[in-house]
Protein backbone atom coordinates (compact mmCIF):
# COMPACT_ATOMS: atom_id res chain seq x y z
CA UNK A 1 0.00 0.00 0.00
CA UNK A 2 1.60 3.22 -1.51
CA UNK A 3 -0.37 5.56 0.51
CA UNK A 4 1.23 9.20 -0.83
CA UNK A 5 3.96 8.76 -3.21
CA UNK A 6 5.98 12.42 -3.80
CA UNK A 7 8.61 13.05 -6.99
CA UNK A 8 11.65 13.43 -6.83
CA UNK A 9 13.04 12.94 -3.63
CA UNK A 10 15.49 15.87 -3.78
CA UNK A 11 16.76 18.97 -6.41
CA UNK A 12 18.66 21.53 -7.07
CA UNK A 13 17.62 24.18 -9.30
CA UNK A 14 19.26 27.60 -10.55
CA UNK A 15 17.62 30.93 -9.87
CA UNK A 16 14.61 31.24 -12.59
CA UNK A 17 14.46 27.48 -13.82
CA UNK A 18 11.00 26.08 -13.36
CA UNK A 19 10.07 22.68 -12.09
CA UNK A 20 7.00 20.03 -11.10
CA UNK A 21 6.83 17.80 -8.26
CA UNK A 22 4.57 15.66 -8.50
CA UNK A 23 1.92 13.64 -6.01
CA UNK A 24 0.36 11.06 -6.36
CA UNK A 25 -2.28 9.24 -3.50
CA UNK A 26 -3.79 5.53 -4.01
CA UNK A 27 -6.57 6.28 -1.03
CA UNK A 28 -9.26 7.94 -2.87
CA UNK A 29 -8.67 10.78 -0.93
CA UNK A 30 -11.00 14.00 -1.69
CA UNK A 31 -8.29 16.62 -0.58
CA UNK A 32 -5.34 17.10 -1.04
CA UNK A 33 -2.20 19.36 0.46
CA UNK A 34 1.17 21.48 -0.68
CA UNK A 35 3.05 22.88 2.42
CA UNK A 36 6.45 23.94 2.94
CA UNK A 37 8.39 23.00 5.90
CA UNK A 38 10.91 25.77 6.59
CA UNK A 39 13.30 25.68 10.45
CA UNK A 40 11.25 27.06 13.17
CA UNK A 41 7.96 27.70 10.71
CA UNK A 42 6.15 24.62 11.32
CA UNK A 43 4.30 23.74 7.96
CA UNK A 44 2.63 26.68 6.13
CA UNK A 45 0.09 25.51 3.25
CA UNK A 46 0.67 26.60 -0.12
CA UNK A 47 -2.23 25.42 -2.02
CA UNK A 48 -5.06 22.97 -2.04
CA UNK A 49 -7.60 20.90 -3.14
CA UNK A 50 -10.79 19.49 -2.14
CA UNK A 51 -11.84 17.25 -5.43
CA UNK A 52 -10.77 16.82 -8.73
CA UNK A 53 -10.34 19.86 -11.16
CA UNK A 54 -10.23 22.20 -7.93
CA UNK A 55 -7.50 24.33 -6.12
CA UNK A 56 -7.00 26.97 -3.81
CA UNK A 57 -4.70 28.93 -2.58
CA UNK A 58 -3.13 28.66 1.33
CA UNK A 59 -1.00 30.67 3.59
CA UNK A 60 1.98 31.25 1.29
CA UNK A 61 0.92 30.99 -2.53
CA UNK A 62 2.71 33.23 -4.09
CA UNK A 63 5.37 31.52 -6.78
CA UNK A 64 3.57 28.71 -7.40
CA UNK A 65 0.64 27.06 -9.10
CA UNK A 66 -0.95 23.63 -8.60
CA UNK A 67 -3.05 21.34 -10.88
CA UNK A 68 -5.21 18.70 -10.16
CA UNK A 69 -6.59 17.26 -13.36
CA UNK A 70 -6.86 13.96 -11.82
CA UNK A 71 -8.17 12.82 -8.67
CA UNK A 72 -4.99 10.78 -7.21
CA UNK A 73 -2.73 13.62 -8.44
CA UNK A 74 -1.89 16.64 -7.14
CA UNK A 75 0.93 18.92 -9.21
CA UNK A 76 3.04 21.88 -8.00
CA UNK A 77 4.75 24.19 -9.97
CA UNK A 78 7.60 26.91 -9.66
CA UNK A 79 7.76 29.07 -12.80
CA UNK A 80 10.40 30.93 -11.93
CA UNK A 81 12.70 29.59 -8.86
CA UNK A 82 14.02 31.81 -6.59
CA UNK A 83 16.43 31.35 -3.32
CA UNK A 84 13.58 32.40 -1.19
CA UNK A 85 11.69 28.89 -1.95
CA UNK A 86 13.96 26.67 -0.81
CA UNK A 87 12.80 24.07 1.51
CA UNK A 88 11.50 21.07 2.36
CA UNK A 89 8.44 20.40 0.38
CA UNK A 90 5.28 17.69 1.62
CA UNK A 91 1.84 16.69 0.19
CA UNK A 92 -0.64 15.10 1.84
CA UNK A 93 -4.12 13.59 1.50
CA UNK A 94 -7.31 13.16 3.42
CA UNK A 95 -10.88 12.15 3.05
CA UNK A 96 -12.12 15.79 4.12
CA UNK A 97 -10.55 18.50 7.11
CA UNK A 98 -12.10 16.14 10.12
CA UNK A 99 -9.66 13.21 8.86
CA UNK A 100 -6.20 13.02 9.56
CA UNK A 101 -3.81 13.61 6.66
CA UNK A 102 -1.60 10.89 4.91
CA UNK A 103 1.72 13.11 4.03
CA UNK A 104 4.53 12.11 2.06
CA UNK A 105 8.22 11.73 2.76
CA UNK A 106 8.91 14.76 1.55
CA UNK A 107 10.99 16.83 -1.34
CA UNK A 108 13.80 18.58 -0.29
CA UNK A 109 14.55 21.71 -3.17
CA UNK A 110 17.84 23.60 -3.13
CA UNK A 111 17.52 26.92 -5.73
CA UNK A 112 20.99 28.06 -6.08
CA UNK B 1 -8.32 33.41 10.00
CA UNK B 2 -7.33 30.22 12.08
CA UNK B 3 -4.21 30.19 14.07
CA UNK B 4 -2.43 27.96 15.90
CA UNK B 5 0.16 28.86 18.21
CA UNK B 6 3.19 26.68 19.95
CA UNK B 7 4.80 28.63 22.72
CA UNK B 8 7.56 25.94 23.41
CA UNK B 9 9.86 25.48 20.77
CA UNK B 10 11.75 22.97 23.26
CA UNK B 11 11.56 20.55 25.68
CA UNK B 12 13.13 18.07 27.50
CA UNK B 13 11.81 14.88 29.55
CA UNK B 14 13.39 11.79 31.43
CA UNK B 15 12.24 8.44 30.12
CA UNK B 16 9.53 6.81 31.63
CA UNK B 17 8.42 10.99 33.52
CA UNK B 18 5.13 12.22 32.11
CA UNK B 19 5.52 15.71 29.70
CA UNK B 20 3.17 18.40 28.68
CA UNK B 21 3.25 20.28 25.38
CA UNK B 22 0.86 23.17 24.82
CA UNK B 23 -1.12 24.42 22.27
CA UNK B 24 -3.61 27.20 21.92
CA UNK B 25 -5.72 28.13 18.37
CA UNK B 26 -8.03 30.75 17.50
CA UNK B 27 -10.70 30.62 15.52
CA UNK B 28 -14.39 31.68 15.29
CA UNK B 29 -16.18 27.99 14.25
CA UNK B 30 -18.02 25.90 16.55
CA UNK B 31 -17.16 22.58 15.14
CA UNK B 32 -13.97 21.98 13.93
CA UNK B 33 -10.92 19.25 14.44
CA UNK B 34 -7.86 19.54 16.18
CA UNK B 35 -4.94 16.91 15.57
CA UNK B 36 -1.17 16.27 17.19
CA UNK B 37 1.32 15.03 14.91
CA UNK B 38 4.96 13.84 15.06
CA UNK B 39 7.70 14.02 13.10
CA UNK B 40 11.00 11.79 14.22
CA UNK B 41 14.31 12.62 12.40
CA UNK B 42 13.33 10.49 9.41
CA UNK B 43 10.67 13.66 8.25
CA UNK B 44 8.10 11.12 8.12
CA UNK B 45 4.54 13.33 9.50
CA UNK B 46 2.64 10.67 11.97
CA UNK B 47 -0.83 11.25 13.50
CA UNK B 48 -0.63 10.82 17.08
CA UNK B 49 -3.88 11.92 18.27
CA UNK B 50 -7.37 13.55 16.87
CA UNK B 51 -10.21 15.40 18.55
CA UNK B 52 -13.33 16.27 17.55
CA UNK B 53 -14.50 19.76 19.08
CA UNK B 54 -18.20 18.62 19.60
CA UNK B 55 -16.68 15.92 21.36
CA UNK B 56 -16.48 17.19 25.58
CA UNK B 57 -14.64 14.01 26.07
CA UNK B 58 -10.43 14.55 25.69
CA UNK B 59 -9.26 11.78 23.03
CA UNK B 60 -6.47 8.95 24.23
CA UNK B 61 -4.12 7.07 22.25
CA UNK B 62 -2.50 4.86 24.44
CA UNK B 63 0.35 6.93 25.91
CA UNK B 64 -0.71 9.80 24.79
CA UNK B 65 -3.49 11.77 25.86
CA UNK B 66 -5.45 15.42 25.29
CA UNK B 67 -6.36 18.20 27.51
CA UNK B 68 -8.97 19.87 25.23
CA UNK B 69 -10.54 22.87 26.34
CA UNK B 70 -12.66 24.17 23.90
CA UNK B 71 -13.48 27.97 25.80
CA UNK B 72 -9.97 28.89 26.82
CA UNK B 73 -9.24 27.49 22.81
CA UNK B 74 -6.10 25.29 24.58
CA UNK B 75 -5.15 21.37 23.51
CA UNK B 76 -2.45 20.31 24.83
CA UNK B 77 -1.04 17.24 24.31
CA UNK B 78 0.27 14.61 27.52
CA UNK B 79 2.99 11.62 27.11
CA UNK B 80 3.27 9.94 29.72
CA UNK B 81 6.10 6.95 30.41
CA UNK B 82 7.97 8.67 28.05
CA UNK B 83 10.05 6.41 25.60
CA UNK B 84 13.53 7.12 23.93
CA UNK B 85 11.33 6.55 20.55
CA UNK B 86 9.00 9.70 21.67
CA UNK B 87 11.94 11.92 20.95
CA UNK B 88 10.79 14.24 17.57
CA UNK B 89 8.61 17.45 16.47
CA UNK B 90 5.79 17.75 17.76
CA UNK B 91 3.07 19.75 15.67
CA UNK B 92 -0.43 20.26 17.07
CA UNK B 93 -2.42 21.66 13.91
CA UNK B 94 -6.04 22.87 13.18
CA UNK B 95 -7.24 21.07 10.35
CA UNK B 96 -4.26 22.42 8.09
CA UNK B 97 -3.05 25.03 9.95
CA UNK B 98 -0.09 23.71 11.66
CA UNK B 99 1.43 25.10 14.60
CA UNK B 100 5.35 25.73 14.85
CA UNK B 101 6.12 22.87 16.53
CA UNK B 102 7.67 21.30 20.28
CA UNK B 103 11.05 20.10 19.73
CA UNK B 104 10.74 16.93 22.34
CA UNK B 105 14.27 15.61 23.94
CA UNK B 106 13.77 12.44 25.70
CA UNK B 107 16.53 11.73 28.40
CA UNK B 108 17.81 8.29 29.08
Known amino acids: NAGVTQTPKFRVLKTGQSMTLLCAQDMNHEYMYWYRQDPGMGLRLIHY???????AKGEVPDGYNVSRLKKQNFLLGLESAAPSQTSVYFCASSYDLGRPQHFGDGTRLSIL | AQTVTQSQPEMSVQEAETVTLSCTYD???????LFWYKQPPSRQMILVIR??????QNATENRFSVNFQKAAKSFSLKISDSQLGDAAMYFC?????FGTGTRLKVLA
Open chain 2, 51 to 56: QEAYKQ
Open chain 2, 93 to 97: AYEYI
Open chain 1, 49 to 55: SVGEGTT
Open chain 2, 27 to 33: TSESDYY
